[in-house]
């Protein structure tokens, strides 16, 4: 399974974006899925995540204003995020772990990035 980010761009602050990552083929299940983001000189920390029970982990940061949630017959998970700061502003990143798809269990898997620059 291959994961494909997009919907990053340049924002002002206020705005929003919606974040998508779609799967190479059907996840039929999954540990967790999750969307990270590092910014410019910052470890990547952990935005929101989804886990198989359905509960749901937002960063105290984004708490309010992303919204995770997934869409199975599209194979694609998205982030909606309101209100954007520019300490937003990073590469996003979404990750899959424990995944099967058909008979192929991954251990975890990443998508490349999509960048977020929120302005002032």
């Known amino acids: 399974v291959q994961l494909q980010a997009s919907g990053g761009g340049l924002v002002q602050a206020g705005e929003s974006l919606r974040l998508s990552c779609v799967a190479s083929?059907?996840?039929?299940?999954?540990?967790?899925m999750g969307w990270y983001r590092q910014g410019l000189g910052n470890q990547r920390e952990t935005v929101a995540v989804?886990?198989?029970?359905?509960?749901?982990y937002y960063g105290d940061s984004v708490k309010g204003r992303f919204t995770i949630s997934r869409d199975n017959a599209k194979n694609t998970m998205y982030l909606q995020m309101n209100n954007l700061k520019p300490e937003d502003t990073g590469v996003y990143y979404c990750?899959?772990?424990?995944?099967?798809?058909?008979?192929?269990?991954?251990?975890?898997?990443w998508g490349q990035g999509t960048e977020v620059t929120v302005s002032s």
């Open positions: 990750k899959a772990d424990g995944i099967i798809s058909g008979s192929v269990h991954t251990n975890y898997v």
């Open positions: 083929r059907r996840i039929a299940r999954f540990d967790a």
């Open positions: 989804i886990r198989s029970g359905g509960s749901l």
